[in-house]
């Protein structure tokens, strides 16, 4: 299963996609119609989200991510922050979306459709 990492920020996020290969992706996109589509493009295969919940800003891309029954894990932002700060100190978007995605084997049961 693919695990596309989200770090989100107001009007643009930062994604990072790990294939079932390990191949890595790094692409950016908007909090609009254009921007899930292109999100779209990367959820050929079974893909797993996660992200943090950030109020508005992610209930934009957890409604999008429920309605087309795409599984999603939200992550509470205090348990993100403590397990990115054990991970390592570099701190970017791109950083903090491949970190999201290596969240895959500690989200446990809590994902979402």
Not at 29 to 36: E, I, P, V, W
Not at 67 to 76: A, D
Request: aromatic share 12%; proline share 2%.
């Amino acid at each position: 299963m693919n695990v596309i990492g989200i770090d989100i920020s107001r009007g643009k996020s930062h994604a990072t996609l790990i294939t079932t290969d390990f191949e890595k992706q790094n692409f950016a996109l908007s909090h609009n119609c254009s921007g899930f589509k292109q999100l779209a493009a990367y959820l050929t295969n079974p893909a797993l989200v996660i992200f943090e919940t950030t109020g508005i800003y992610s209930a934009q891309l957890a409604y999008y991510l429920s309605q087309n029954k795409i599984k999603f894990c939200e992550l509470n932002p205090l348990e993100a922050k403590m397990r990115m700060s054990s991970l390592w100190r570099n701190k970017t978007d791109a950083s903090d979306s491949f970190k999201l995605a290596l969240f895959r084997n500690h989200a446990g049961s809590r994902y979402s459709y």
